[in-house]
């Protein structure tokens, strides 16, 4: 295997396109593992004989495995060679899916749900990987095709194991995904090629630089609140739809719910037209509509009396119509992220993620909270606010 130059565009247009395919499995199949627990808690927690709180934390402790992995292990993107970077991390994921699966108590699963986290940013690495493969004027497109993958196995996870566990059970969830990780990792190291950084600071300097990365690139810090915005909402009404479908209103079981989890992964066909728009240099008025459509699927929600079969079809276009809008934003992020320089391009993932990815953190928490205290109208205009505010700072963006 060839090693690939630092610019990574020398040797893209030799890249072939399975590649690309492989990267966006690749990314699918690992941020699936952040999300398998999260329907599953109540299973989980009974049988590890964890407290109402306990249980509670088993998605904030996965949050905060991968946002620690964001700002510690993805930079090291720009100092490491990729391949063996990315086996690497994916190893911690493989050993903490085992240690989720082994564990007898609340304070096992807990710590294996944070390293579960820290091993999924194998994925960050991947996509700024990606983009080094890329010539510059398909970037966007193949960062795109990359994300389609992400954004499908975030879709799929939660409705995928809530259905292998009505047959089976939750331990039968991480089995699959070990067997799958494992099998992954042997792909990746004999499939991608090399990639060697070019000599750069130490990890201490190379950590101490995302700050003046974080205050001297406008674009990063406007890029990454955008998409806090549309990932808050994201959270959020994937957080309380759930709720909303299993109260009495529609009555839904977990494997109904599931069927409109699996609907709503439509809207991941957004990300690689998002790319290809971003190549032909049309960012700004796709950013636009992006952000008004995470607006739209609110509304959406309240032009039918809640409960009737007509109430159900609009939420899930809803759904659909939220996941393209939030897909696309992700995509032009990126693609704009990465055009400012291949030396530190790693950096800049790992705080464009880690910044939405709070946004995200809050959009749950605050759909909880409103879904308890108002029901889906309170949370579903909390989610509706969300975007309206990341456009209307967008709107404060100079051309050019």
């Not at 329907?39 to 949050?63: C, E, K, W, Y």
């Not at 930079?75 to 490491?80: A, F, K, N, R, V």
Request: net charge positive; with cysteine; glycine share 12%.
């Amino acid at each position: 295997m060839s090693d690939i130059a630092s610019s990574g565009a020398a040797a893209a247009p030799d890249t072939p396109g399975w590649v690309t395919l492989l990267m966006a499995v690749a990314c699918g199949m690992i941020a699936a593992n952040l999300y398998y627990a999260q329907p599953l808690i109540g299973l989980i927690s009974h049988d590890l004989g964890m407290s109402p709180g306990a249980a509670g934390l088993i998605v904030t402790m996965t949050q905060v495995g991968y946002g620690t992995g964001l700002l510690f292990l993805v930079p090291l993107g720009d100092l490491i060679e990729n391949r063996k970077l990315i086996v690497s991390v994916l190893s911690i994921a493989v050993l903490a899916l085992i240690g989720a699966l082994l564990a007898r108590n609340d304070v096992q699963f807990l710590a294996s749900a944070l390293f579960i986290g820290i091993g999924s940013v194998a994925i960050q690495i991947i996509v700024p990987f990606a983009a080094y493969l890329a010539p510059a004027e398909q970037r966007g497109r193949v960062v795109g095709n990359v994300m389609s993958g992400l954004m499908v196995g975030i879709m799929l996870a939660r409705p995928v194991s809530s259905l292998i566990t009505d047959f089976s059970s939750w331990h039968v969830v991480f089995i699959l995904s070990i067997a799958m990780m494992v099998a992954l990792g042997l792909v990746l190291l004999r499939a991608l090629p090399r990639r060697q950084p070019p000599p750069g600071p130490s990890y201490g300097g190379l950590i101490a630089s995302m700050v003046m990365l974080v205050r001297t690139t406008p674009i990063l810090r406007r890029r990454a609140l955008y998409q806090a915005g549309m990932f808050g909402a994201f959270s959020l009404f994937w957080t309380t739809s759930p709720l909303w479908l299993a109260s009495p209103a529609f009555g839904m079981s977990q494997s109904g719910i599931a069927l409109v989890a699996l609907a709503g992964a439509a809207g991941a066909v957004a990300a690689p037209i998002a790319g290809r728009i971003a190549d032909h240099g049309w960012s700004r008025p796709a950013s636009a509509i992006a952000m008004s459509l995470g607006a739209v699927a609110f509304l959406l929600t309240h032009l039918a009396e809640p409960g009737s079969t007509l109430s159900l079809g609009l939420l899930i276009t809803a759904a659909i119509v939220l996941d393209f809008g939030v897909s696309a934003n992700l995509v032009l992020g990126q693609r704009l992220i990465y055009a400012l320089g291949d030396e530190y391009r790693s950096r800049l993932n790992g705080l464009y993620m880690a910044t939405f990815f709070c946004g995200g953190a809050i959009g749950s928490a605050l759909g909880g909270w409103a879904f308890a205290q108002g029901g889906w109208n309170a949370a579903s205009w909390i989610g509706f606010s969300l975007p309206v505010l990341a456009l209307l700072f967008f709107a404060t963006e100079k051309r050019g």
